[in-house]
């Protein structure tokens, strides 16, 4: 279930103040509560700790500190804040580096602010959000795994890309919601994730799902 946007706090962290402030008269003007700006991954750090925002609108170049770092250290110190990386630079490794620094999401500037709001209120609730660069950034760079997933695992893994939750995945596969956690816990630990935003940029990093047309 998604939240209320009018329950969920957001913080933008963008080295550009027109960026920031066209962000936040949006997100305002929608229910958003937008509880600070910062204008690098230093003061988003900060101010992290001081609101304990539910989502942070991430920029990946600024400075002082970029935001693959800034976003490893807010997942740290806030593990219930949600990080979505907002930025219009040049892909390359950036996307599976900050989705393995915690991110949620990856989302390129040339989206629809409608598709911001949308992936605020998916994050608020632990759902991804890749754009379609995004994922074809990450199959693109893909590498042969090492994983040795069962059909059941890679079955379960298929439908975490897909957004389902727990309960969701145990409706479909009609088996009970404990079984699916065990399953869960499995994949995690034959591919070092501790996260299931880590574990669907990593499906999709190493083709291991069905990717939707």
């Known amino acids: 279930m998604i939240a209320?946007?009018?329950?969920?706090?957001?913080?933008?962290?963008?080295?550009?103040?027109?960026?920031?402030?066209?962000?936040r008269i949006f997100l305002e003007y929608e229910g958003f509560q937008c509880v600070g700006e910062a204008e690098n991954g230093v003061r988003a750090v900060d101010l992290c700790k001081e609101f304990h925002p539910d989502v942070v609108l991430m920029d990946l170049v600024m400075p002082q500190m970029d935001g693959i770092e800034a976003t490893r250290l807010i997942r740290k110190n806030?593990?219930?804040?949600?990080?979505?990386?907002?930025?219009?630079?040049?892909?390359?490794?950036?996307?599976?580096?900050?989705?393995?620094a915690g991110a949620t999401s990856f989302l390129v500037k040339n989206v629809t602010i409608e598709d911001i709001a949308d992936a605020i209120r998916a994050a608020s609730v632990g759902q991804s959000t890749l754009s379609t660069e995004a994922i074809t950034n990450l199959v693109s760079n893909n590498k042969q795994p090492q994983f040795q997933l069962t059909p059941r695992e890679l079955e379960i893994l298929n439908l975490m890309t897909q957004g389902l939750?727990?309960?969701?995945?145990?409706?479909?596969?009609?088996?009970?919601?404990?079984?699916?956690?065990?399953?869960?816990?499995?994949i995690f630990a034959k591919i070092g994730v501790t996260r299931r935003s880590k574990a669907v940029a990593l499906a999709v990093h190493y083709n291991l799902v069905d990717l939707p047309d």
Request: proline share 2%; glycine share 2%.
């Open 4 to 23: 209320d946007q009018n329950d969920i706090r957001v913080l933008i962290a963008d080295d550009h103040e027109i960026i920031r402030k066209g962000l």
């Open 78 to 100: 806030n593990p219930q804040t949600q990080v979505i990386a907002l930025t219009n630079y040049d892909l390359d490794d950036n996307v599976l580096q900050v989705l393995q």
């Open 165 to 186: 939750n727990n309960r969701e995945i145990s409706k479909r596969l009609f088996i009970t919601v404990s079984t699916v956690k065990n399953h869960i816990t499995s």
